[in-house]
């Protein structure tokens, strides 16, 4: 064993520089490949805790793309419209809801920063649908009282019960009732203020940006949306069931992966292309070395296997290559998918996993194994007296 071990290394590090380049090739392929099945992975995960986050099953907006309406009402910024306050009668009478919770979002940007801050107005209700939250103090419902977000309260060193100027808001004060515990979501930076309170800062009384529904039974959601659209106020509102926009996403997801995956595998074909020809190239070299084995007594057996190992370890080589270098520029991928993608979820894009790994790791194996069967067999073929007479003519 110890000896196949000398012959193989000694063998690849005999064209160092070719089979560099060729190992290379390995690595872009799988490190694409991993790169492309984390991402699949991540995103889903984070569009569904996205979703799960509201705690609605359905979102009443006003007329328009529902897509964006529900990237607002996730991520936070301006509505281009609203809804009349009468149609939360509406929404609440209508069977099978269990809650409806009224949402007016706005979204200022401060002159001297630049940054964007995100008002909330709702009602104490929205709690029966964010299960999820602690909140250090309690929940505003006075004037002027605010709940803000973790990462807002951190960023501005707030403290509970002080009294702030309102971001973007000029003479315009509040004091803060409670502060939210850590969600790992959007509701980190937004502060949330009395419906009443919103209203009168962003000068929409009677109006409403969305409206959060939550059903006494899921199965029911089919029931509710037809209610909703055959009632008077039907047409100036969409319905969007949270279940089906998460289907449509995971639809857009599947198809972008289906075409990453068909790069990805032209990318391998190419790889494993490249591979058959560096160890063909190297089985031709050697055609005097394979003779004299095969004359000192090896069989075709065990010189299909030592080209199948050449490449084995070659593969490897290049596919934990391609892993380390897919897992060291995870953050910069993410960086630049979150500039391109209109709807990204705050969870990791590129989610690695043990699964996605071996995956990788199984097809690198695949790769080795396709690529080596020509030179395996071309060497394995070869007569000892022939090999060494054309390895003697070639020399």
């Known amino acids: 064993m110890r000896t196949w071990l000398t012959i193989i290394l000694a063998n690849l590090f005999r064209q160092r520089l070719r089979n560099l380049v060729t190992a290379f090739g390995v690595a872009i392929a799988i490190g694409m490949s991993f790169s492309i099945l984390s991402f699949q992975k991540g995103y889903e995960n984070g569009v569904r805790a996205e979703l799960d986050r509201l705690g609605a099953h359905l979102l009443v907006v006003p007329k328009g793309c529902p897509y964006d309406a529900a990237s607002i009402a996730l991520h936070g910024a301006s509505w281009p419209c609203y809804l009349k306050s009468v149609y939360l009668e509406t929404v609440r009478k209508t069977p099978f809801v269990a809650c409806a919770a009224p949402v007016l979002m706005t979204a200022l940007y401060e002159e001297k920063s630049g940054e964007q801050q995100v008002y909330c107005g709702v009602e104490k209700n929205i709690?029966?649908?964010?299960?999820?939250?602690?909140?250090?103090?309690?929940?505003?419902?006075?004037t002027g009282e605010l709940l803000v977000g973790s990462e807002l309260a951190k960023s501005n060193g707030w403290r509970l019960g002080q009294k702030v100027a309102l971001p973007g808001l000029k003479n315009e004060?509040?004091?803060?009732?409670?502060?939210?515990?850590?969600?790992?979501?959007?509701?980190?930076?937004f502060i949330y203020v009395p419906i009443r309170d919103a209203q009168r800062y962003f000068r929409h009384p009677g109006e409403l940006t969305h409206i959060l529904v939550q059903l006494t039974d899921p199965e029911r959601v089919k029931n509710v949306v037809e209610e909703l659209r055959g009632c008077d106020a039907g047409l100036e509102m969409t319905i969007v069931p949270l279940s089906h926009l998460f289907q449509t996403i995971q639809h857009l997801i599947e198809n972008t992966r289906l075409l990453l995956s068909c790069v990805a595998l032209a990318a391998l074909l190419t790889a494993a292309c490249g591979v058959s020809n560096t160890?063909?190239?190297?089985?031709s070299e050697r055609t005097r070395e394979i003779g004299v084995l095969r004359a000192l007594g090896a069989s075709p057996d065990a010189i299909f296997g030592l080209i199948w190992a050449e490449t084995t370890v070659l593969c490897l080589v290049?596919?934990?290559?391609?892993?380390?270098?897919?897992?060291?520029?995870?953050?910069?991928?993410?960086?630049?998918?979150?500039?391109?993608?209109?709807?990204?979820?705050?969870?990791?894009?590129?989610?690695p996993d043990v699964v996605t790994l071996?995956?990788?790791?199984?097809v690198c194996l695949l790769l080795a194994t396709f690529a080596a069967l020509i030179p395996a067999w071309r060497a394995s073929r070869l007569s000892p007296a022939e090999a060494i007479r054309e390895g003697a003519y070639t020399a």
């Not at 004060?173 to 939210?180: K, P």
């Not at 380390?324 to 990791?348: D, F, K, M």
């Open 318 to 351: 290049g596919g934990l290559s391609g892993l380390i270098l897919a897992l060291g520029s995870a953050s910069l991928v993410e960086t630049w998918l979150r500039q391109q993608l209109p709807y990204a979820p705050p969870e990791r894009l590129i989610a």
């Open 127 to 142: 709690l029966q649908l964010r299960r999820g939250w602690r909140i250090d103090g309690v929940f505003p419902e006075g």
């Open 279 to 283: 160890i063909l190239m190297a089985v």
């Open 173 to 189: 004060t509040g004091r803060i009732s409670g502060i939210l515990h850590p969600t790992q979501g959007a509701d980190d930076f």
């Open 358 to 362: 071996l995956s990788c790791l199984g």
